[in-house]
């Protein structure tokens, strides 16, 4: 009689490749975590960095405006194989990245990742993820907070990671790497984006 052998347990990046594509998970620390359906002040938030962020930058750089960047919303970038971010906002520099990242998995470093907090989100993204994105050095990392209305900026140094600037709703902020253009964080928090 021959013995059957174990069977091997798919690992959190199978079990999150079986998933459907719409649905949104990340892996954490080895765990598959479902993303908490987006409250519409979150939605708003996203809205409001994809109107200011995406429309100079997310393109070649020249013309109008300063692009230069490959900026995506919730794609899947994975750091290792435990740690697999659906990031809200993500980019990398054409200068850097020359061919724009494709494919579910995306395996190239980010240079700027932003996050919108969530009540049930919050500790992931202001502890596990800033872990994972320091020890890969990612250049810029954003957190929005919608329920205090505030920005900051976080800059990849050596010791870890730098607040360059945090923000007030009533703010019109030059925020790095995207420091070419005045972003109103009222826009962030359902305020109208008002021509400057």
Known sequence: ???????????P??????????????????????KAVPSFEHGAAQSGLVAQVLGPYN???????????????EVEVQYDEQQ????DLVGWRRETTSHRPSG????VRPDWVAEILSPSNAGNDLVK??????????????IVDPEHRTHTVMRWTAEGYLTALTAG?????????????????????????EDM
């Open 1 to 11: 009689m021959t013995a059957n052998a174990p069977q091997r347990r798919p690992g």
């Open 13 to 34: 990046v199978e079990d999150l490749l079986r998933l459907p594509e719409y649905a949104a998970a990340e892996i954490i620390d080895g765990d598959l975590v479902e």
């Open 59 to 73: 393109r070649r750089s020249g013309g109008r405006g300063p692009g230069g960047w490959w900026i995506a919303t």
């Open 84 to 87: 697999i971010y659906r990031h």
């Open 104 to 107: 579910r998995l995306i395996r």
């Open 129 to 142: 993820k800033l872990r994972t994105l320091t020890q890969h050095r990612v250049p810029h990392y954003w």
């Open 169 to 193: 709703e009533d703010d019109v902020v030059h925020a790095e790497p995207f420091d070419d253009i005045a972003l109103q964080v009222a826009a962030l928090f359902g305020g109208e984006i």
